[in-house]
């Protein structure tokens, strides 16, 4: 049975106990509404460690006040019965008050990568999502901490900040899940009208369109992206933030190909910002 705690000192009793007994540890940082991207984070993390927590903490400081904070679905009791079904040993469910008490006042940047891609439409995000990602490790103190490829630039900024302050998880990193239309598993999903969770899958097979025009037809990086962007809005997205091709480790634009090259596109469709990305060649 899944143990779920809200206190410090809840989680502080739990670890200290199975470090007692040697056990290593996966933390799993989520904002809650799970799916079946998350349950592939709860599985890899079963092949790393011995004990798993899985965070469900909706992070205010990663949403600029006009964002969707509010509307974000919201699903705890679903969302602890699936933990439960994954054998998760704890679901950590912290107040805002205890993640960020009243004199709160640390921010963490990482102004190369953030203020790229999304980081350039979203600025306050990422420093949200570095700090509490920060806090979650340094209060459980994890040896494993597993995120999904869907988010590929909140990837990128985790492990660079996990190794430039040495905190101590190895971060795992898991594939993007899909429906069977190649749609992205994503909690924002649900924004999507049925007129318009039949257009969503376009923004992959986009993506693999690009890929194939590079690769196969060798064409023009530059050509073939602008291609993509009017294609997409043909189909019905309504804006496109980017489509770009970039150095997936510096996450910097790149008009040629290259072996770690990883295409990213996010784009609108109604109320509904969604983010995808595919590297460039399929075995890297
Ligand atoms: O990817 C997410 O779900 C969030 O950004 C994270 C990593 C849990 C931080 O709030």
Same mark, same amino acid.
């Given at each position: 049975m899944t143990n779920v705690i809200d206190t410090l000192s809840g989680l502080t009793r739990q670890?200290?106990?199975? @470090?007692?007994?040697h056990h290593s540890i996966a933390l799993i940082p989520t904002l809650g509404c799970l799916h079946d991207g998350h349950r592939a984070l709860m599985r890899a993390a079963q092949d790393k460690a011995d004990k798993r927590i899985l965070s469900i903490f909706l992070n205010p400081t990663q949403f600029a006040p006009q964002e969707d904070l509010a509307n974000y679905p919201h699903t705890p009791d679903k969302d602890k019965a699936l933990a439960d079904k994954e054998g998760i040993d704890v679901v950590f469910m912290p107040s805002v008050a205890t993640m960020y008490p009243p004199?709160?006042? &640390?921010?963490?940047? %990482?102004?190369? %990568?953030?203020?790229?891609?999304?980081?350039?439409?979203? $600025?306050? *995000?990422?420093?949200?999502?570095? #700090?509490?990602?920060?806090?979650? !490790?340094q209060l459980t103190r994890p040896d494993y901490a597993v995120f999904g490829e869907k988010d590929f630039q909140q990837l990128q900024l985790i492990r660079r900040m996990t190794s430039d302050l040495a905190l101590s $998880? #190895? /971060?795992?990193?898991?594939?993007?899940?899909?429906?069977?239309?190649?749609? +992205?598993?994503?909690? @924002?999903?649900?924004? %999507?009208? +049925?007129?318009?969770?039949?257009?969503?899958?376009?923004?992959? &097979? &986009?993506? *693999? *369109? /690009?890929?194939? @025009?590079?690769?196969?037809?060798?064409?023009?990086? &530059?050509? +073939?992206?602008?291609?993509?962007?009017?294609?997409?809005?043909?189909?019905? !997205?309504?804006?496109i933030d980017?489509?770009?091709?970039?150095?997936? #480790?510096t996450l910097a634009p790149i008009d040629k190909p290259q072996t770690n090259a990883r295409l990213f596109a996010a784009a609108y469709l109604g109320q509904a910002r969604l983010i995808d990305n595919l590297a460039l060649y399929e075995d890297h």
């Open positions: 670890l200290e106990e199975w @470090r007692h007994q004199d709160f006042c &640390t921010q963490i940047t %990482l102004p190369e %990568l953030s203020n790229r891609l999304c980081g350039q439409h979203r $600025p306050h *995000h990422f420093p949200g999502v570095l #700090t509490v990602v920060a806090r979650l !490790f $998880p #190895t /971060i795992v990193a898991v594939p993007t899940v899909r429906e069977a239309d190649g749609l +992205a598993v994503s909690s @924002r999903n649900l924004y %999507l009208s +049925a007129h318009q969770r039949r257009i969503a899958p376009h923004l992959y &097979t &986009t993506l *693999h *369109h /690009i890929r194939n @025009r590079i690769i196969n037809d060798k064409a023009n990086v &530059t050509d +073939a992206l602008s291609d993509a962007q009017k294609s997409l809005q043909q189909h019905g !997205f309504n804006s980017y489509m770009t091709l970039c150095d997936e #480790t």
